[in-house]
């Protein structure tokens, strides 16, 4: 969790480039489909593909300038299928995960409301299904408790971070995700021995044959991990 004394102009802006990559991660989580050369010829054919295939056109396809706008218009399709499925935990998930992206988008303050929307979106799809899709819920509402300031900017607290975190991995042990997201917070938390740990088990972790892209990248941010631990040694 950010501390107040270092919530700078600087950590306000970065803030979005936080937000976006815990989307993004997510993301590469709860999609079945690898992230396409062209997102946007793919054919949807259910509310849950059409929300992964739009947010990997937006997310792949669009310049910076265009994505916060077609986020905004992709978490109203989002709502539209929540309300025709409210009990549907992977709908509530990609709802909480276009949120996020969204959040990450337009940066700075303006982006916390966003991020206030993914967390009911993530805890609302807990309550039905804390295990859909290898409990990305949780794994993303971690992420999300770490990511942000704490009190009175945000809800940011490492105490729910770990909690959620060490949930997340008891889903989903192997996962290449819950294994790097918690080596990264127990770096960001001086924990450098633990942290290489759980690092080199997401190095290792199964690769998923229609996720060569996102697995690609993060193995590369895995090793800049490593590399972060090493310098700490």
Known sequence: MKKLTTLSTTVILGLGLALSHTAMAQANEATESTAPTSASSETATTPLKTLQHQWAHINYELDDAEREK?????????????????????LLIWQGIIQS?????KGGLGALDYAKDARKSFEQAMRLDENALSGSAMTSLGVLYHKLPGWPISFGSDKKAEKLLKHALEINPDGIDPNYFYAEYLFDNGKYDEALKFAK??????????RPIADLGRKKEIALLEAKIARKS
């Open 201 to 210: 088990k997401a190095q290792v972790a199964p690769s998923r044959s229609d």
């Open 101 to 105: 992206s969204t959040a990450g988008a």
């Open 70 to 90: 077609a986020f905004v218009a992709l978490i109203n399709t989002a709502k539209s299928f929540v309300k025709a499925e409210p009990n549907n935990p992977e």
